[in-house]
């Protein structure tokens, strides 16, 4: 009855454990999900900004560099989330590494209690010393399950070394192309920071994957037939142990037979019992952990959904920033072409106006040279009229008259 109580208490506190545990994982689920909402309505927050900032304004070239930091900004901010959710889902796979070495010990400690309940009647204690979980994993586990646990250690954990979002989209296409190579042109379309050659890289990576993964059920497979025949084996030779054993104690009197029979139907019925409550709880972890998974589904669906979403709206103001750096680069060049034509046109009226003044200036000095020639012949026609005129006279009177005639 002690040894019962004890076991009682033992296992009312590994309970109140349990239940802190998980009670603080929830408050850790709890404060992630507070902290992913944050950071997706501040990249929301900057969208929306980037959104009042395009309507009804002018392109200046305050308000383009202006929008380049908010653009700038949401990008930093995505990338910062995604880099922060690869390293949050690495550490979780870390995690459920560790979880699944330490509950393949914890088995094995429980198999160990099986047996000795049956060896001995008495309930024994746990054992005190730590289990190394390495060694209990290399020890007890097939080879295919460790060379799937170091494939993933090496090659960047279950998604390959990509992120949660790129893989989901490389396996929708490739499920949708039943892996023929015919997928890689259409993956390409969702993975825009990945060259064909990363892709056909991940696809030998996920092909190993795959195959890695089979031989592990198999292995497991067999691993589990072993060890129940193993069990089956122990426990029938165990069942020839107790039936000698019971010969034996037959031979002695009849009240030591009777309290030892009932010392067996009672361990049996507490480790019945305890099996049948570790099935249960077995069952209510599974449904829980089915239940996380399909809400987790849906959050990352959701999550994928967002991210296009906040990707094509950034695609689509990118797309109409081109535009409009376009349109202002066709103005400006009409306008400089308009501009040029002008100084065109007033540099032809300069040289025309300067032409017509040079040309009057000319017509004048014409007309000068003219009116001057005029008067030379008219002079020269007076003199050779008054040369008729004294031609008879002598020449020393024609010499005065032409003075007196010059004089007057």
């Keep these: 009855m002690l040894n019962t109580r004890n076991r009682k208490n033992g296992l009312s506190d590994g309970f109140r454990v349990l239940e802190e545990f998980d009670k603080g994982l929830q408050d850790d689920r709890n404060t992630e999900h507070m902290n992913v909402q944050k950071h997706l309505v501040k990249i929301h927050n900057g969208v929306n900004k980037f959104q009042m900032l395009l309507t009804d304004v002018k392109p200046t070239p305050e308000l383009i560099e202006k929008l380049k930091e908010i ?55 746990a054992p005190s ?24 250690q090496q090659t960047g954990g279950k998604q390959g070394g990509w ?24 993956a390409l379309l969702y993975l825009p920071g990945k ?12 092909l190993e994957l795959l195959y890695l993964q089979e031989k592990k059920k198999e292995a497991i497979h067999r691993w589990k037939a072993e060890r129940q025949q193993e069990r089956a084996t122990r426990l029938q030779h165990q069942d020839e142990l107790e039936s000698a054993a019971r010969r034996e104690r037959e031979a002695q009197a009849e009240t030591q037979q009777h309290r030892a029979e009932e010392e067996r139907r009672e ?11 570790r099935r249960l709880r077995l069952e209510q972890e599974e449904e829980q952990r089915l239940t996380e998974e399909i809400l987790q589904r849906r959050k990352a669906k959701e999550e994928r959904r967002r991210q296009l ?14 535009k409009e750096e376009k349109l202002l680069t066709m103005q400006k060049e009409e306008q400089e072409q308009a501009d040029m034509e002008e100084k065109k046109r007033l540099a032809g009226y300069g ?15 014409v007309q000068e040279r003219q009116e001057k020639e005029k008067q030379e012949l008219d002079r020269q026609k007076r003199l050779a009229k008054l040369k008729e005129k004294v031609r008879p006279y002598t020449a020393a009177g024609t010499d005065s008259i032409v003075h007196n005639v010059c004089h007057q």
């Design 71 to 125: 653009m700038t900004e949401v990008e930093n901010s995505i990338n910062t989330f995604k880099e922060d959710q690869r390293q949050s889902f690495e550490d979780l796979l870390k995690e459920e590494r560790t979880c699944s070495q330490e509950i393949s010990a914890f088995e094995k400690k429980i198999e160990t209690w099986s047996l000795a309940v049956k060896a001995d009647p008495k309930l024994p204690h």
């Design 129 to 152: 010393g730590k289990v190394c979980l390495a060694k209990a994993l290399e020890e007890d586990l097939p080879p295919e399950v460790t060379a799937l646990e170091r494939f993933l």
């Design 163 to 186: 992120d949660q979002y790129d893989h989901q989209s490389f396996l929708k296409v490739w499920t949708k192309h039943n892996g023929k190579p015919a997928y890689r042109k259409e």
């Design 195 to 206: 060259t064909l050659e990363d892709v056909e890289q991940h696809e030998d990576w996920y």
């Design 267 to 277: 361990a049996v019925a507490r480790l019945e019992g305890w099996k049948r409550q």
């Design 309 to 322: 979403e906040v990707k094509l709206a950034l695609e689509a103001h990118i797309r109409q920033k081109k």
């Design 351 to 365: 040289i025309k106006r300067f032409q017509e003044r040079d040309f009057q200036k000319l017509e004048t000095k």
